[in-house]
């Protein structure tokens, strides 16, 4: 299933600890390495890339689009969703209120960022690439050392730095 997601309103919702510091490369790395991927991701972004964001394109098995200068990440969205072939198939994954309508209004499913950050989280903790067999199904338990580790050179955390 299609998996269209508001970045900035992702980003700036309120996040599971689990989560924090989450920016656009990071969340299209866990999002390469979810459940998720294999039904196509498409991550839209307002303007154009920062010094530090990935550039447009491909990131793994996401799409980064960047809305461009004077156009909205939502107007994108709204217009992919409008576009869509099979919106039924499509959940798209915001707090905004018109891009939720829209979906609505085409009949594909939305998600709230917060609610779509909380199954991100239980996703990680289930081991990210092919740990969790579902995103909304919870962790067995905590992370191995193995997890831990591949999950700290995946953000290029070295624990001896601190």
């Given at each position: 299933?299609?998996?269209?997601?508001?970045?900035?309103?992702?980003?700036?919702?309120?996040?599971?600890?689990?989560?924090?510091?989450?920016?656009?490369?990071?969340?299209?790395?866990?999002?390469?390495?979810?459940?998720?991927?294999k039904?196509?991701?498409?991550?839209?972004?307002?303007?154009?890339?920062?010094?530090?964001?990935?550039?447009?394109?491909?990131?793994?098995?996401?799409?980064?689009?960047?809305?461009?200068?004077?156009r909205?990440?939502?107007?994108?969205?709204?217009e992919?969703?409008?576009?869509?072939?099979?919106?039924?198939?499509?959940?798209?994954?915001?707090?905004?209120?018109?891009?939720?309508?829209?979906?609505?209004?085409?009949?594909?499913?939305?998600?709230?960022?917060?609610?779509?950050?909380?199954?991100?989280?239980?996703?990680?903790?289930?081991?990210?690439?092919?740990?969790?067999?579902?995103?909304g199904?919870?962790?067995?338990?905590?992370?191995?050392?193995?997890?831990?580790?591949?999950?700290?050179?995946?953000?290029?955390?070295?624990?001896?730095?601190?």
């Amino acid at each position: 299933m299609p998996l269209l997601i508001d970045c900035y309103n992702v980003l700036h919702a309120e996040k599971p600890a689990s989560l924090a510091g989450l920016g656009e490369a990071s969340l299209c790395g866990l999002l390469a390495a979810s459940p998720w991927a294999k039904g196509g991701v498409t991550v839209v972004c307002d303007g154009r890339p920062k010094p530090h964001s990935p550039d447009a394109g491909a990131v793994g098995a996401v799409v980064l689009i960047f809305s461009g200068a004077g156009r909205s990440a939502d107007d994108v969205i709204i217009e992919l969703v409008e576009k869509d072939t099979s919106p039924r198939r499509l959940t798209v994954v915001s707090s905004d209120r018109a891009i939720r309508r829209a979906a609505r209004r085409r009949k594909a499913r939305d998600l709230s960022s917060e609610d779509f950050l909380s199954r991100l989280a239980r996703a990680v903790r289930g081991g990210g690439a092919g740990g969790a067999t579902s995103p909304g199904k919870p962790a067995a338990g905590p992370l191995g050392e193995e997890q831990v580790d591949r999950w700290l050179e995946w953000f290029g955390i070295d624990e001896e730095e601190g």
